[in-house]
């Protein structure tokens, strides 16, 4: 089983940056997709961004491309999520989550492990 932890979170102005991190312990992180989600207050969790396992591909959800950045170390058990331009409907917990079946995607359904979230807010 793996277990997850992010951390990184934090209070932020508009238009600031942060760097979030998701260590990964257990089976080695390498087998598995990854990805990033969120979940505002009062919304639906809602997909952020996805790598592969060998990190070759990523995903972005529209409203986040071009902004965030996922990548990961499998050397560390560790995967990231760099967040710039940062707004306030960015302010929610974010996730980061295993999925062991390639390719990895915006389906939340499809990952296993979960961690329990780091809170981001983005003041205005």
């Known amino acids: 089983q793996v277990r997850l932890v992010e951390s990184g979170g934090g209070l932020v102005q508009t238009g600031g940056s942060l760097r979030l991190s998701c260590a990964a312990s257990?089976?080695?992180?390498?087998?598995?997709?990854m990805g990033w989600f969120r979940q505002a207050p009062g919304k639906e969790r809602e997909f952020v961004a996805a790598?592969?396992?060998?990190?070759?591909?990523?995903y972005y959800a529209s409203a986040m491309k071009g902004r965030f950045t996922i990548v990961r170390d499998n050397a560390k058990n560790t995967v990231f999520l760099q967040m710039n331009d940062l707004k306030p409907d960015d302010t929610a917990v974010y996730y980061c989550?295993?999925?062991?079946?390639?390719?990895?995607?915006?389906?939340?359904?499809?990952?296993?492990?979960w961690g329990q979230g780091t809170q981001v807010t983005v003041s205005s």
């Open positions: 790598i592969s396992d060998n990190g070759a591909r990523r």
């Open positions: 257990g089976p080695t992180m390498s087998i598995y997709q």
């Open positions: 989550a295993a999925d062991p079946t390639y390719p990895p995607g915006e389906n939340e359904h499809a990952y296993e492990y």
